[in-house]
Nanobody
Framework: QVQLVESGGGLVQAGGSLRLSCATS????????MGWFRQAPGKEREFVAV????????NIADSVKGRFTISRDNAKNTVYLQMNSLKPEDTAIYYC????????????????WGQGTQVTVSS
């Protein structure tokens, strides 16, 4: 059974930082690209970042480029999202997911998802 478990969300003031983690099990983690998406209330799920199976390539959404960084540790079966200079508009539930598509930004191309972790940025 494939499981993805996000952690690291919380409440932070604007300008602050958080690091999200996504621990996986039940699948050979190193074979798959890993992505982060987010969804704010009343809005559609939005692509944030994706990293290739070996960490050699990444794609970051323009809305967070320069502030967010994605990384992975295949020995720990974990992917990370470092979020700096947070803004109130970053407030959302953040989800990690797996895909066998190279650097996909389309959420329908991801097959397994975590339960999400809430990030709230106060102004």
């Amino acid at each position: 059974q494939v499981q993805l478990v996000e952690s690291g969300g919380g409440l932070v003031q604007a300008g602050g930082s958080l690091r999200l983690s996504c621990a996986t099990s039940g699948r050979t983690f190193s074979r798959y690209a890993m992505g982060w998406f987010r969804q704010a209330p009343g809005k559609e799920r939005e692509f944030v970042a994706v990293i290739s199976w070996n960490g050699g390539s990444t794609n970051i959404a323009d809305s967070v480029k320069g502030r967010f960084t994605i990384s992975r540790d295949n020995a720990k079966n974990t992917v990370y999202l470092q979020m700096n200079s947070l803004k109130p508009e970053d407030t959302a539930i953040y989800y990690c997911a797996t895909t066998n598509r190279f650097l996909s930004t389309i959420y329908t191309e991801y097959d397994y998802w975590g339960q999400g972790t809430q990030v709230t940025v106060s102004s």
